[in-house]
């Protein structure tokens, strides 16, 4: 905008521009501005536009006659273009220069576009063309190489929320963080939409704007809420999952929304797993564990599925009698035919971006077949414990521990089942920061060892590891009695 604002200044202002780049992202109102910049009647042209002349006002409020909007989009294009060549030539009524502004121009059926080279390759010298597209690559290069082109594009959360700060600022309203970051989301990148959302918002001068606030008015999901979707479908679990949505739902977010917030977070797992934990994410540290975990847990195949099952639901018009039917159609398609904790099967086949895949049933079950013991059977009382057994129950386990600790599952498929000691099952996690999660989890190896305790018919121990800093034992007896000398509860020294 430098650039056009200087040619004001010079005069040396082109007769027609491209405003190219997504919607949004201030392609019309700076058209305006150029509207109002060439015909200011402000003495210094330095200072045009003024915003403050007849002109400008009229400009503002609409009221401006030589300032002709032309929407290609709309049915009514065509006709405009024609009468846009009728009456190119008389001279402006009001002001130095016709301007007029054709948005989605890329829309033009061919004729309309023939119609327009013909005005851009000799436009009389009283007009200013502004054309404006989302769609660059649609735009005829005849029409292009006649115009001067500026490209628009999405600002960043950061750049969005320092403009909202510095509006706050100005109107001496305060933001809760929270509050701030997700109309800055909500905005993806387009400062227009990200205002507009804050206008709603603000209600009296010196308000506060809370993030209850924020969430009730924009029918936002909180994030904690799109995080445990994705759990429960990593999961498998219908209830669970459904039950976060009627809850979200209940407190007032819009299901159309709901859908909005999964394609972008599903979407940054995705990147999670291409590019690893290097991608610059826009969520708290906190945030980024638990996506990091998640990342690594889903199937390639299966978050690009959900993406597109969720950018559909988003994308379906919402009747009023059902309005959360794509929303909960796209998650329940999301799961596996049968029943969830019965049939722990993988939810596709894809392989795994990182570390060493966590033990699926089927790795399991090869080890199982050349186990002499048959390990999906429950165990006979006090059978030897060993890595198979655990192995074919880890899902099952996981599934359990979830019930009591929602955030368990994800946290456990970080981990895998490593070696047993004794009565103690020894939990490997890749990376420490797991490890030390899971040992900061109040409660969760003691829920763990009476989860596998009750599978496996004896009293049975668990302990978190480093994998990498951890060496499977040989002798078995000296672990079984550090177990019982430890009520079989084991943690790591
Ligand atoms: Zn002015």
Redesign the pocket.
Known sequence: MRTLQNSVAADRVGHAYLFCGPRGTGKTTSARLLA?AV????EDVGQ??????????AVATGRFLDLIEIDAASNTGVDDIRDLRDKINFAPSDGRFKVYIIDEVHMLSTAAFNALLKTLEEPPPHVKFVLATTEEHKVPITIKSRCQQFNFRLLTEAEIIARLQWLAAQEAFTMEPEALTMIARQGAGSLRDAESLLDQLVMAPDDVITAERAQNVLGVASHTAVMSLVNAWLNRDGAAGLGIIHQALGTGTDARQFCRQMVAYLRQLLLLQAAGAEIPLEATAEEKIEMLAQAQRAPRQGLIEAVKRFNEAALMPSSSWQPQLPLELAFIELLPPEPAAAVPAPLAAAPRPQAEPAPEPVVAQTVVAAAPTNAMAPPPKAAALTLALIQSHWREMVNRAGQENKNLPALLNMGKPLAVEGHTAVIGFDYPIFKMKFDDTRGAAQLLADILGELMGQPCGIRAVNTSDYTIPVDKKDFEALANEFGGVVSED
């Open positions: 109002k015909n200011c009647l402000h045009r536009p003024c915003d403050e002349c007849r002109i400008c006002q």
